[in-house]
């Protein structure tokens, strides 16, 4: 077995203790699971996932875009359209 020296700063160590604590396990272990997890096929994986998720939002900012511009196109339709009754009205008197 190797061994490994790690420098942390305050607010890291903490961080590290912390999560360490939250599942059960030394510090030791918590980092040696980051490494394990940490695969590059797994960072792979996930960068395509999140690449994915970013295409899915900005097709979904679209249409939110889309739906706002016909919601404000309806309130104008309905102004326009109380006009035309208030001239048609006028007309008829």
């Given at each position: 077995m190797k061994?490994?020296?790690l420098r942390l700063d305050e607010k890291d160590y903490k961080?590290?203790?912390t999560n360490a604590k939250a599942i059960g396990?030394?510090?030791n272990e918590f980092v040696r699971k980051l490494i394990r997890l940490s695969t590059i096929e797994n960072i792979e994986e996930f960068n395509a996932n999140l690449k994915e998720l970013?295409?899915?939002k900005r097709a979904l900012s679209n249409n939110i875009n889309?739906?706002?511009k016909r919601g404000h196109n309806?309130?104008?339709f309905e102004e326009v359209r109380e006009e035309l009754?208030?001239?048609w009205q006028s007309l008829k008197r």
């Open positions: 061994n490994l020296s961080i590290l203790d396990v030394n510090k970013l295409i899915l889309q739906l706002a309806m309130a104008n009754e208030e001239l």
